[in-house]
């Protein structure tokens, strides 16, 4: 052996007498030494136990926690569809009798009024025989009236008077057949719309039936939308729907359900449901496809948030909060869950103060000190978020 490796012997035994002093010395203290003692039994050398945020204090303390009441909310089960935007009132306008198109009195796209005239076919014969049925029941009158002063001075058989009076009539009754035959010649809108492209020129050839142009009604547009027939019991007139479509990014679209189909289809088991969505911006277009969020079974419901709910073989468990800062644990029934609330049906009241944070192994009747209290009472704290904040931060090796 060399005298190098002769020392490096001699230093590895020096370290380890060192060592072994070192340990004796630990283990053997004098009487009267402290020893460190745990919340509960030792549960090693020395007895002590670590604590880390949110844990109990000093000598079996309070646990720090975070809470929140629990509030009341209106609500309602939200079921999705999907649906389709319908004129409220739609019609293809066409010509009613045959002719050559005279006037087009409106654009593409152009909104029209109730009664207002859209196009016109040529009608001058029809007008020709309206005037001559005016005239003959201008002449007809006079001679009624001629009638009528020689059958007062008894110059004339009364039955002169009654042939009289129905040829009258008679005139009467062609000028309302020739007018109606003059107007037909006049195409009117039906009621206030859109007029879409127009399909027709002026002095092109139509008969009865021709399309000319459609009018839409879309001040208000009708929203049909299937639900399953599950739901039916909780369809009903009155239902508040939001709807929106990928046209229009972010924007909702309120109606309202105005029917529910007397029939359920037999093949896909669901019903088709109407709503009316007001669309005075005139944004929504027959034939789009909606996404519809219908909510159903509208109610005030007792909520919390989803966080404050610890689930355990099956069961659901809230924490609750005395007067006397003690956490019991209290099973309660759940309903609806939305956007990070969850109803609770049966278990609790309201303004009941529960556990939100804090809850890790947490036992039934455990001491807690709710660092968020005054934010509770409505009033600010600035030490909370600090406490927070240290209850987030892992503890210190």
Do not use: C
Not at 216 to 241: Q, Y
Not at 364 to 381: F, M, P, R, S, Y
Request: hydrophobic share 40%.
């Amino acid at each position: 052996m060399t005298t190098s490796q002769i020392k490096f012997v001699i230093a590895g035994v020096a370290v380890l007498a060192v060592a072994f002093g070192g340990w004796r010395l630990l283990a053997h203290k004098p009487d009267g030494a402290p020893q460190a003692q745990g919340s509960g039994q030792s549960g090693g050398p020395g007895g002590g136990q670590v604590r880390g945020p949110g844990g109990r204090g000093p000598g079996g303390g309070a646990r720090t926690v975070i809470a929140e009441k629990v509030y009341r909310e209106a609500i309602g089960d939200r079921i999705e569809a999907i649906g389709t935007i319908y004129a409220n009132e739609s019609v293809t306008v066409t010509a009613k009798t045959q002719g050559i198109m005279r006037v087009i009195a409106f654009d593409d796209g152009q909104t029209v009024k109730k009664g207002e005239e859209m196009a016109a076919i040529d009608s001058g014969i029809e007008d020709s025989a309206l005037n001559v049925e005016l005239a003959n029941l201008e002449q007809q009158k006079k001679e009624l009236t001629r009638i009528q002063s020689l059958a007062t001075s008894n110059n004339i058989a009364l039955s002169k008077l009654d042939d009289q009076t129905a040829a009258v009539k008679k005139a009467e009754a062609n000028v309302a057949s020739a007018r109606a035959r003059a107007t037909d010649r006049r195409i009117i809108a039906p009621f206030s719309g859109i007029v879409g492209t127009r399909r027709i020129s002026v002095g092109a050839l139509v008969t009865p039936g021709t399309a000319v142009a459609t009018l839409d009604d879309i001040s208000v547009v009708k929203l049909d939308f299937a639900i399953p027939e599950t739901f039916l019991a909780s369809l009903h007139p009155g239902l508040e729907v939001d709807a929106s479509a990928s046209a229009y990014r972010g924007a909702v679209f309120k109606g309202k359900v105005v029917s529910v189909d007397a029939r359920v289809d037999p093949v896909t088991r669901s019903v088709n449901v109407r709503a009316l969505v007001q669309n005075d911006d005139l944004r929504l277009r027959p034939g789009m496809l909606m996404i519809v969020d219908l909510v159903s079974s509208p109610r005030e419901a007792l909520m919390v948030s989803e966080a404050s709910v610890v689930p355990e073989n099956g069961m659901q468990y809230l924490y609750v909060v005395g007067p006397d800062s003690v956490a019991s644990r209290v099973a309660v029934t759940i309903g609806t869950r939305r956007n990070g609330a969850v109803e609770i049906v049966k278990g609790v009241k309201e303004g009941d103060l529960v556990l939100k944070e804090g809850m890790q192994d947490m036992r039934n009747g455990t001491k807690v000190n709710i660092i968020n209290a005054n934010e509770l009472k409505g009033e600010a704290d600035p030490a909370s978020e600090a406490a927070r904040q240290s209850m987030a931060r892992p503890s210190p090796s």
